[in-house]
């Protein structure tokens, strides 16, 4: 285990999260999707041990062989109000080491920082409930309300043999639960000098889809007009450069109007790309959480130089608005044109809850109590999480992951990103945040 660069202080101890998340980066549970992955169940199990040894009694659920999911249910002082779940996921994107400057799956610390794949996505989080969950119980205490506690196979897939495999075939493991907290939000942005928080109210909905083009299949030599890789690339560039007009939700239109007021600006003379742009680094999320975006990230085709293959194919990844899919999708049929087969892949709706009421208050106070006066604003996420899957059981779900976080790094570049990494005193304000909050709420 001494492999890996180190320079931090040897007579000064990690905190307990900053060593949970890197004993779980470190183990590769890359998921490839389309049913490709080297699978979760040793994650799983280390997480499980951990539970244990809090003196509770995980259960573990494989939707297929290596594909495992934990779940415990933690009493509460108070077992007449309504269960919260508090979820993660055990899954990361894969990492190319030859990109990247540090091994991404060595749970390498330096300059304050830990580095490794699921560093922010979502690995930290993991370690922060599983260290709060300690505080909590080694204090001889217990949460404010009963928990259901999940880390889930799958989620960077669409969670199909994860969240979405438990709440179709496991549904009483959630019973009485109303509310859900998970990744991205609660992490602080900087705006005009000030600290603030975003607290995740809302996701984009997301689809899947495969572009096919088929044409004629000939020497590379010849003059062939029914190209389908031709074909596939002016589709892929039609999508790819579609520029999708602003709308704004419920959600977004008070998040604006808030970055407007702190800054002091008329939102009605400055326009909502410019408020993005003004949070700095978090405009790598906002911004795209004011229009659909569909985004190509693989194309297929070919064997050889000089062969013209017969079929050509692209992936296309959808974030539209709640409620928008149906439209978006016939937008896309529109302009890749009738030759062009659109399969859809994968397809979860969208979400969005009122940023008021008795868990939003929770969660303003647990983070004013350690960062007093700092603005707490709802934000749409324009990716997903698990809470979609939740939400079929009627469990309204938030984004809490909360990092106090240094203007300068660009969190949002880090999820899927090279380099993925996250300072060491953002996992300890993390960990008091949400003793905090699961103490009290």
Do not use: C
Not at 39 to 66: C, K, N
Not at 285 to 293: D, E, G, K
Not at 428 to 436: E, M, N, S
């Amino acid at each position: 285990m001494a492999s890996w660069a180190d320079d931090t202080d040897p007579a000064t101890p990690l905190d307990l999260t900053a060593e949970l998340a890197r004993d779980l980066i470190r183990f590769d549970t890359t998921n490839y999707g389309e049913g490709r992955s080297n699978g979760e169940t040793d994650a799983a199990e280390y997480v499980a041990e951990h539970l244990r040894g809090l003196g509770l009694a995980p259960e573990l659920f494989d939707s297929e062989p290596g594909r495992t999911s934990v779940v415990v249910r933690v009493p509460g002082r108070n077992r007449e109000s309504g269960a919260l779940v508090v979820h993660g996921h055990l899954d990361v994107v894969p990492a190319d080491p030859e990109t990247w400057s540090v091994d991404p799956f060595a749970g390498v610390i330096k300059e304050g920082l830990l580095w490794g794949r699921g560093a922010v996505d979502m690995k930290n989080m993991d370690a922060m409930i599983l260290a709060a969950l300690g505080d909590i119980l080694g204090a001889g205490e217990a949460p404010a309300r009963d928990l259901v506690v999940a880390f889930f196979a799958d989620e960077e897939a669409g969670g199909v043999l994860g969240s979405h495999y438990l709440v179709d075939t496991r549904p009483e493991l959630f019973e009485g639960a109303t509310e859900a907290i998970s990744e991205v939000g609660g992490y602080s942005i900087t705006l005009g000098g000030q600290r603030a928080y975003l607290l995740q109210t809302g996701e984009k909905a997301l689809i899947w889809i495969k572009l096919v083009a088929r044409g004629d299949a000939a020497h590379g030599s010849r003059l062939i007009r029914n190209n389908a890789v031709t074909k596939l690339a002016t589709a892929v560039a039609a999508v790819g450069s579609q520029d999708w007009p602003i709308r704004l939700t419920d959600t977004t239109t008070q998040l604006l109007a808030e970055i407007a007021r702190i800054l002091d600006v008329d939102p009605q003379r400055v326009g909502p790309d410019e408020l993005a742009l003004a949070t700095g680094t978090a405009s790598g999320f906002i911004q795209a959480s004011l229009r659909t975006t569909t985004n190509p990230t693989l194309l297929k085709a070919g064997y050889k130089h000089n062969v013209i293959p017969d079929r050509a194919e692209a992936l296309i990844d959808i974030r539209t608005l709640p409620g928008e899919e149906d439209a978006v999708l016939a937008e896309v049929a529109s302009l890749v044109g009738p030759d062009i087969e659109i399969i859809v892949m994968h397809r979860d709706i969208g979400l969005e809850t009122d940023f008021g009421g008795p868990l939003v208050d929770a969660v303003v106070g647990s983070l004013h109590r350690h960062d007093p006066g700092a603005p707490v604003l709802p934000y749409l996420l324009s990716a997903g999480t698990d809470n979609k899957a939740l939400s079929k059981l009627g469990i309204r779900g938030y984004g809490f992951a909360p990092l106090r976080l240094p203007a300068e790094l660009d969190f949002p570049g880090m999820f899927h990103g090279v380099d993925e990494r996250v300072p060491l005193d953002a996992l300890v304000f993390g960990r008091r945040v949400l003793t905090d909050l699961l103490s009290t709420y």
